[in-house]
T-cell receptor, first 118, second 112 residues
Framework: GAVVSQHPSWVICKSGTSVKIECRSL??????MFWYRQFPKQSLMLMAT?????????EQGVEKDKFLINHASLTLSTLTVTSAHPEDSSFYIC??????????????FGEGSRLTVL | GNSVTQMEGPVTLSEEAFLTINCTYT??????LFWYVQYPGEGLQLLLK?????DKGSNKGFEATYRKETTSFHLEKGSVQVSDSAVYFC???????????FGKGITLSVRP
């Protein structure tokens, strides 16, 4: 089956630093990837839609200058949390849809990346 | 707009009990419907799906039937196990290139 991998799976950083999280589709191409944020015991909140070769589309209320998204290839999207603060601590999850006629709308999810900002 | 409503949780069951988790949706047209499961400390995994009315998705003993007339996609399992303890999310996608809309999720705890 389709596999999506995130790296790192967890990261601890100091307040004010920037952190980059990678999301890779390992065995398929994905023009579109999605970044979610999940708070403890809550549902997933869609942050942005990452589009290969173009700018990401951010959901209302999400700061695009704070959460930089780059989708440079059909298998890689990155989320950079800039000038991180403790309130940015969360579980970040990426997902991807497979290109082509096999796409039924199903999303394949990465393992998630837990960010802790001290 | 599109929305997914799940029953309030959490749910605690004894091993081998019958499970039903309700999910209803609002959408135009004929969306695809999904159940995702999230085990502690992990990302989401697709549990099962149905892409058209009256389809039944099934996996690992779980089943859900796409009911257009009641706009529902309830998840059932005849006999739960401790290893089924997880958070379950119902979701819909209006089309192949549309965003996925999730329900709030429900935590299931199965005790021995």
């Amino acid at each position: 089956g389709a596999v999506v991998s995130q790296h790192p799976s967890w990261v601890i950083c100091k307040s004010g630093t920037s952190v980059k999280i990678e999301c890779r589709s390992l065995d398929f191409q994905a023009t579109t990837m999605f970044w979610y944020r999940q708070f403890p015991k809550q549902s997933l909140m869609l942050m942005a839609t990452s589009n290969e070769g173009s700018k990401a589309t951010y959901e209302q209320g999400v700061e695009k200058d704070k959460f930089l998204i780059n989708h440079a290839s059909l298998t890689l999207s990155t989320l950079t949390v800039t000038s991180a603060h403790p309130e940015d601590s969360s579980f970040y999850i990426c997902s991807a849809k497979e290109n082509g006629p096999a796409n039924t709308g199903e999303l394949f999810f990465g393992e998630g990346s837990r960010l802790t900002v001290l | 707009g599109n929305s997914v409503t799940q029953m309030e949780g959490p749910v605690t069951l004894s091993e081998e009990a019958f499970l039903t988790i309700n999910c209803t949706y609002t959408a135009t047209g004929y969306p695809s419907l999904f159940w995702y499961v999230q085990y502690p400390g992990e990302g989401l995994q697709l549990l099962l799906k149905a892409t058209k009315a009256d389809d039944k998705g099934s996996n690992k003993g779980f089943e859900a039937t796409y009911r257009k007339e009641t706009t529902s996609f309830h998840l059932e399992k005849g006999s739960v196990q401790v290893s089924d303890s997880a958070v379950y999310f119902c979701a819909l996608s209006p089309g192949a290139n549309s965003k996925l809309t999730f329900g709030k999720g429900i935590t299931l705890s199965v005790r021995p």
